[in-house]
T-cell receptor, first 118, second 114 residues
Framework: EAGVTQSPTHLIKTRGQQATLRCSPI?????VYWYQQALGLGLQFLLW???????NRGNFPPRFSGRQFPNYSSELNVNALELEDSALYLC?????????????????FGQGTRLTVV | AQSVAQPEDQVNVAEGNPLTVKCTYS??????LFWYVQYPNRGLQFLLK??????LVKGSYGFEAEFNKSQTSFHLKKPSALVSDSALYFC????????????FGKGTRLSVIA
C-alpha cells in the first residue's frame, strides 16, 4: 500500500513568487493535514482538510492557503513568498469515518517538500 | 487552545541505559496523545498513542509511554536505549471533540551514545 506522497521533494523559489505543494493521502484516508517545520520551531500546524472542507487553520497569514480535491488529494499554496517561509512542509493523512471525524486515529506523514526561498 | 511542551531540546543517554523523553500537554476535555519519531531527511513515523484505558501504552520498537492525568504528562520511555534510537521525537495532542487539530511540541533530540 502506498504511503502519503508529496511533490516536489525540493522547491526553490524567489522572494515574492508563489509556491504550490501537492499531497496524495493514503488510499481510504479523507483527512489531510499540512504542517510547517522550520528550524528550531517544531511542527507548526497550518491547515486541516476533511471531506473537501477546511476544518481548521493554524496561525498563519492568508497568503498560506490550500484546498482538497474530490479524490482527497490536497494542494498548499503560498503566495508572495518571504525568506522566512523556507522550511520543510509536511503533509499527513488519517481516517475519518463519514460524518464523524475519528480524532483518535493516528496521522501518517509524507516525506515532505523542502521549500527554499532565495 | 491545546498545546504541547517538550521541556528538553536534547537528551543524551548511554546505550543500554533507560531513556525518558518528557511531554506535558494542555487541552480542553479528554486528550488524545501521540508520539512520533523523525529520522534525518525523513517524515514523521508514528510510535504510539493514548486514547483511553490503561495509562501505560506500548508502541513500536520497544517504546512505551505513561499517561498521567493529574500531571498532564505523557512521557516516552524505553528500558534499554539503542544507538539506532537516536532521532528527533515529537509529542502531539488533540482534544476529543470538535474540529480540534493535531498539535505538536517542538521536538526533543535524543542522542544515544555507544
Amino acid at each position: 500500500e502506498a504511503g502519503v506522497t508529496q511533490s516536489p521533494t525540493h522547491l526553490i523559489k524567489t522572494r515574492g513568487q508563489q509556491a504550490t505543494l501537492r499531497c496524495s493521502p493514503i488510499s481510504g484516508h479523507t483527512s489531510v493535514y499540512w504542517y510547517q517545520q522550520a528550524l528550531g520551531l517544531g511542527l507548526q500546524f497550518l491547515l486541516w482538510y476533511d471531506e473537501g472542507e477546511e476544518r481548521n487553520r493554524g496561525n498563519f497569514p492568508p497568503r498560506f492557503s490550500g484546498r482538497q480535491f474530490p479524490n482527497y488529494s490536497s494542494e498548499l499554496n503560498v503566495n508572495a513568498l518571504e525568506l522566512e517561509d523556507s522550511a520543510l512542509y509536511l503533509c499527513a493523512s488519517s481516517l475519518a469515518a463519514g460524518a464523524r471525524i475519528s480524532l483518535n486515529t493516528e496521522a501518517f506523514f509524507g516525506q515532505g517538500t523542502r521549500l527554499t526561498v532565495v | 487552545a491545546q498545546s504541547v511542551a517538550q521541556p528538553e531540546d536534547q537528551v543524551n543517554v548511554a546505550e543500554g541505559n533507560p531513556l525518558t523523553v518528557k511531554c506535558t500537554y494542555s487541552v480542553s476535555g479528554n486528550p488524545y496523545l501521540f508520539w512520533y519519531v523523525q529520522y534525518p531527511n525523513r517524515g514523521l513515523q508514528f510510535l504510539l498513542k493514548y486514547i483511553t484505558g490503561d495509562n501505560l501504552v506500548k508502541g513500536s520498537y520497544g517504546f512505551e509511554a505513561e499517561f498521567n492525568k493529574s500531571q498532564t504528562s505523557f512521557h516516552l520511555k524505553k528500558p534499554s536505549a539503542l544507538v539506532s534510537d537516536s532521532a528527533l521525537y515529537f509529542c502531539a495532542v488533540r482534544g476529543n471533540s470538535g474540529n480540534t487539530p493535531l498539535v505538536f511540541g517542538k521536538g526533543t533530540r535524543l542522542s544515544v551514545i555507544a
